[in-house]
């Protein structure tokens, strides 16, 4: 199995075994409840998976699509990150945000004011210059 694939209507996740590389693409939506739930438990799903194959992957998550969502929704995302740091740190190897907005860079500059990344992250314009990103300085043998 060479790409794992896991969408609803507001996400997109495609995770790349070869390439180890999970890319979270957000739609052009504001999502519910439960599709919000959805990303998260995807993303838990991914890092339990790495965690358990002693896996480390490059992370982008292309926000180009972002709706300015309630500034709930960037709380309850750093409170997801904040308990996932230890995992994040040994799974994650690197993580790129894609947005070309500035308002959209705005809400996530002021996300990061509630989670301190505990891995490399940086904002960049587009795809393929997240996922050099992502995927520098990562050893073939991780």
């Given amino acids: 199995m060479s790409t794992v694939v ?10 790349d075994h070869a390439r180890r590389l999970l890319v979270g693409t957000v ?15 995807t993303i838990r799903e991914f890092y339990s998976s790495a965690l358990a194959t002693n896996t480390v992957f490059g992370m982008v998550l292309d926000f180009r699509e972002l709706q300015l969502l309630p500034w709930g929704r960037y709380d309850d995302w750093a ?3 904040n308990e996932a740091k230890p995992d994040t740190a ?9 947005s070309d907005s500035v308002f959209i860079r705005t809400a996530l500059n002021a ?11 940086t904002f960049v314009s587009t795809p393929e210059e997240a996922v050099a990103f992502a995927r520098s300085d990562m050893c073939a043998s991780q």
């Fill in 6 to 15: 896991r969408e609803n209507p507001f996400v997109h996740f495609e995770y």
């Fill in 79 to 81: 409170a997801f990150f």
């Fill in 111 to 121: 996300f990061f004011t509630l989670y301190t990344a505990v891995r490399p992250t």
């Fill in 90 to 98: 040994k799974c994650v190897h690197k993580t790129a945000l894609v």
């Fill in 27 to 41: 739609k052009p939506i504001v999502p519910t409840d439960d599709e919000w739930a959805f990303a998260k438990t």
